[in-house]
């Protein structure tokens, strides 16, 4: 993975010749979930346009119709293909909402842990001696306390401190921050144990014999060198931090019912479940584990490929 | 062994202060302890009056450390909605918690151990694929959906097991029950213990197996096969004991996660334990039960990660415990 | 009969890619107590020799071609459940590192007593007797003590002493010692070698010694192979092999020996790396780094044939007796 910036002319034909494309190439699986990836992603994106109906908008929605069962069911009305649910919303339209409610949470939380983790995990590594000791036992305690632990504790004090209704208002910012915070150490010491490794090898000796400057040397010729291991962690955490977020929407420390993410829609739907109405909770139930599931397999899948350490045989 | 002690008390000690220090913050800054205990009918100047002489206006530092002398006590405050102290409360609910622990860590022990040992001897079986594929599954299944799908398969669909509750328990003493010596306890602890177990065991599998299929690859272990034991006395004793020690060490972490994971698994079977009471308490804003939760929560974390260490030095003859 | 004879043995390893092979055609025997060397540079195939013998190859690898007779029995084609019985009991081996090679979480004693009791049916004391008795034998010091104690609490030259003791547990007929001093301090390097020669002196067994180092083997055993990318390129007494090499790569090993090079010289080498075993070039092996190649080692791979009192396989010693022989 030496991805050297002289050679961008060729990058395509370097990608198109690596060991990576190649593997692709022949996994069914791989491509199975990336496709489904892809889609989940494109869907979420364009939730507004592909939905028939609006969730949030109060105006569209129409008691009467609530818990009306999918239209190939026999009591289905045609205009809502998966059917209602208790509020009488377009379940399908509200599945594509909520999918985009979970990733952008997902993506974003991640992307929080990655800014962090990598950032502290860079210093620690490249710094060394108190400072890195000192870091990691940060992030052994914080590794210690499980991050649903952490996360139920704080949204619920925060909640009981806010008040449900301006707590419902800062859910999404509330979830991405425990989230995203609750997690850096994945990426931190990942990035440290490889920062490690690189230090040793002669290119970074001859940039700092070059003299260029500590943060040039670990943004510019160590970070590119530890791209592999962060996909591989980012596609992991992804699928957990939508699993954390569902979790807590659930416990009904997430997203509101107003504003569902598949989450709190599977809980909203828990209730009815006993009344026969099964499809409010076990559609986007579906959702959610087909969407965690093949971010599962795609970072099996990159651990595999992209781990130098398996190369041994 | 004394050493080990004093290093393992200081711990312990940091831990409860960290805790202290953040429960009593959220006492602090949670609702008004007077307008739980006077109402709204009481003017501002007899309320000003009576902060005075409840010690609420003194610096924080005093207030902290009057909160720390009563908690040392056993006092952490009187529930607001039970009438009761909070402590109380939260450890009648101590035992159903428990029950349910102990039912998941048995399932998980069951399964996790025979079947990773299993796919890292064949790797290469169909069933040790089947058992790394399910258990990918089981990782991306949220334990709440699998706790639903439990219910509406084995309550609603076929009616084996109960949907919910703790069922007929035995009163060992007036604070004292456990579901675990009734028939009927034990029918209800099924699927909730399946539930709780159902996060933590494909994670097992996959760190049992792949820890042994590392400690297989190990000289000792192919020096073990020249010697001309017998194979199940190099996997299960040899590799075994070995794949141990680092199954111990996430195991002593994942038992975080298995007390937060109580909160959803309670939640959705209306387990009457702790996890099911602190989110009550926390609908309710019942801070002394929040608070009280906290403390009992960070105990049992204090107190399972030094018995998770003693197993540890047990196996593991590296690690001094016991000087001789 | 010979203790040992193994015949055309080749072995591949099964890997993505495709299958290499990492031994070929390697044949040699071995009566009782006779000392074996072979040697090579590390990928030679010397340490794969060794496990195939007593059919340990770890996974993706596997026999190929060939037997391994050991009394007569060709031990590639046995059970794993017969092949127990002569591991450990007939045949020990000894391994590279001792840091590595005992158990972390079993005390000596357990590992000792399991491995006698695995071949005899005998309790746990007169097994504990027993090892204590072959503790004796390499020289530990306080050998009660060290049988209830485990492998961190002891030196690495110490720990390598158990492993012999292990090795010696059940009177082997023979042992075979894969490099077992070179992760050992040098003084205690050639303690320890010592102590191997007096055991099998002293109780008849066999000695394969694997090593890179020809002036171990020159100290230690009667015979030597040397091999080279998975072959055998020369076999013959040790003595002949030190002082009349004939393969261009023996010469260069023995050129290579720090007491070969004079006192502020510099040490001599073969140029080059070893092939690796997926690019091997056509003809001799070796070719690439031989300075007297011949157009026929581009060719041919030459077939191990008798020169003088070994066997060599190269196309300029054949060429240079054939010359020998006309002039006759």
Redesign the interface.
């Known amino acids: 993975m030496d991805a050297l910036p002289q050679i961008k002319p060729s990058m395509m034909a370097r990608f198109k010749d690596s060991h990576f494309w190649h593997s692709f190439k022949r996994d069914r699986v791989a491509q199975f979930c990336f496709g489904i990836f892809s889609l989940a992603l494109l869907l979420a994106i364009f939730a507004p346009l592909i939905a028939p109906f609006d969730p949030y908008d109060s105006a569209q929605i129409d008691i009467m119709n609530s818990e009306l069962p999918p239209s190939w069911e026999a009591e289905g009305d045609a205009q809502f293909w998966l059917g209602t649910d208790a509020q009488g919303r377009d379940l399908w339209s509200t599945i594509l909402y909520g999918t985009r409610v979970s990733l952008t949470i997902g993506i974003c939380a991640v992307m929080l842990q990655a800014f962090l983790g990598i950032i502290i995990g860079l210093a620690a590594g490249y710094i060394g001696g108190r400072v890195d000791s000192l870091l990691m036992r940060i992030a052994d305690v914080q590794l210690s306390f499980s991050t649903m632990m952490v996360a139920i504790i704080v949204l619920a004090v925060f909640q009981a401190a806010f008040g449900t209704e301006l707590y419902q208002q800062l859910a999404m910012v509330m979830l991405i921050l425990v989230i995203g915070i609750a997690e850096w150490p994945q990426y931190a010491r990942t990035i440290r144990a490889s920062v490690l490794a690189e230090k040793e090898k002669e290119y970074v000796d001859a940039a700092r014999v070059m003299g260029f400057g500590t943060a040039r040397i670990m943004f510019r010729h160590i970070l590119p060198n530890t791209l592999s291991p962060i996909l591989v962690i980012s596609t992991v955490q992804i699928a957990n931090a939508i699993i954390a977020e569902a979790s807590l929407s659930f416990l009904g420390l997430g997203m509101p019912v107003s504003q569902p993410s598949l989450g709190s829609l599977i809980s909203s739907g828990f209730e009815y479940i006993f009344s026969g109405a099964w499809w409010i909770t076990v559609i986007p139930g579906l959702v959610l584990v087909a969407l965690v599931l093949v971010m599962n397999l795609l970072g099996d899948w990159l651990r595999d490929v992209l781990n130098p350490k398996l190369y041994k045989g | 062994m004394f050493a080990f002690l004093i290093r393992r008390l200081f711990q312990a000690l940091v831990v409860m202060f960290v805790i202290s220090i953040i429960s009593f913050s959220i006492q602090d800054n949670l609702g008004d302890p007077l307008r739980e205990m006077l109402g709204q009918s009481v003017s501002e100047e007899q309320r000003q009056a009576m902060r005075d002489e409840m010690g609420l206006n003194d610096p924080f530092l005093t207030q902290y450390g009057r909160f720390l002398g009563k908690a040392v006590q056993g006092d952490l405050g009187t529930s607001y909605f039970f009438k009761e102290p909070a402590l109380d409360v939260i450890l009648k609910k101590l035992p159903a918690t428990l029950e349910l622990v102990f039912g998941a860590t048995l399932i998980i022990i069951v399964f996790s151990v025979p079947l990773g040992i299993y796919s890292a001897i064949n790797p290469q079986s169909i069933f040790s694929k089947i058992i790394m594929g399910v258990s990918t599954i089981g990782i991306s299944v949220p334990v709440f959906l699998t706790a639903i799908g439990l219910i509406y398969v084995f309550a609603i669909e076929l009616g084996w097991m109960p949907a919910f509750g703790r069922g007929e328990t035995f009163q060992i003493t007036e604070n004292l029950d456990t579901a675990l010596l009734t028939a009927d306890g034990l029918h209800h602890l099924i699927l909730p213990s399946f539930t709780l177990a159902s996060i933590m065991l494909p994670l097992f599998i996959r760190l049992i197996r792949s820890e042994m299929m590392e400690v297989l690859q190990s000289e000792y272990i192919k020096f073990a096969w020249a010697k001309g034991i017998s194979p199940w006395r190099v996997y299960f004793l040899h590799a075994f004991k070995n794949t141990m020690l680092p199954v111990i060490t996430v195991g002593g972490v994942q038992i975080g996660t298995m007390v937060a994971y109580t909160i959803l698994t309670e939640t959705v079977f209306q387990w009457p334990g702790m996890g099911f009471l602190f989110l009550e308490a926390v609908n309710r804003v019942d801070t002394p039960l929040i608070v009280a939760y906290l403390i009992v929560v960070g105990a049992i974390f204090v107190v399972t990660n030094t018995l998770v260490d003693l197993i540890y030095g047990f196996v593991n003859p590296t690690v001094k415990l016991t000087g001789k | 009969m010979p203790l040992l004879e193994v015949n055309n043995l080749e072995v591949c390893f099964g890997?993505?890619q495709g299958s290499v092979t990492a031994l070929r055609d390697i044949s040699f025997q071995l009566e009782r107590g006779e000392r074996l060397g072979i040697v090579g540079e590390s990928g030679a195939g010397k340490s794969v020799l060794g496990f195939s013998i007593?059919n340990?190859i770890?996974r993706?690898g596997f026999i190929n071609k060939g037997e391994v007779l050991f009394e007569g029995k060709n031990l590639a084609a046995l059970k794993n459940k017969e092949m127990?019985?002569?591991?450990?009991?007939r045949i020990?081996?000894i391994?590279?590192?001792p840091m590595?090679?005992?158990?972390?979480?079993?005390?000596i004693g357990d590992q000792m007593v399991?491995?006698l009791r695995?071949?005899r049916k005998i309790s746990k004391q007169d097994a504990r007797v027993i090892s204590l008795q072959k503790l004796k034998q390499v020289y530990i010091p306080s050998p009660d003590t060290r049988l209830d104690q485990?492998p961190?609490e002891l030196s690495g030259g110490m720990r390598q002493r158990i492993?012999i003791a292990?090795g010696l547990l059940l009177d082997p007929d023979l042992i075979i010692a894969d490099e077992p001093t070179t992760a050992l301090d040098v003084t205690i390097q050639a303690e320890i070698m010592e102590l191997m020669v007096e055991l099998c002196e002293r109780n008849n067994v066999a000695l394969i010694l694997i090593t890179h180092d020809l002036g171990v083997v020159s100290e230690v055993t009667q015979r030597t192979i040397v091999m080279y990318a998975g072959r055998v390129i020369e076999e013959g007494p040790t003595k002949e092999i030190i002082n009349d090499a004939q393969h261009p790569y023996t010469q260069g090993l023995i050129n290579a020996l720090p007491q070969m090079a004079l006192p502020g010289q510099r040490l001599n080498q073969i140029r080059g790396t070893m092939p690796g075993l997926n690019d091997l070039p056509s003809g001799c092996a070796f070719s690439p780094r031989c300075d007297y190649v011949l157009p026929a080692c581009h060719e041919a791979i030459p077939a191990l044939t008798k020169s003088g009192g070994c066997n060599v396989a190269c196309h300029l010693v054949t060429e240079q007796n054939n010359l020998s022989e006309v002039n006759e």
């Open positions: 890997l993505r007593i340990l770890s993706p127990r019985t002569i591991r450990g009991n020990a081996m391994f590279q590192d590595m090679t005992l158990n972390p979480v079993l005390t399991e491995c695995a071949h485990y961190h492993v292990i």
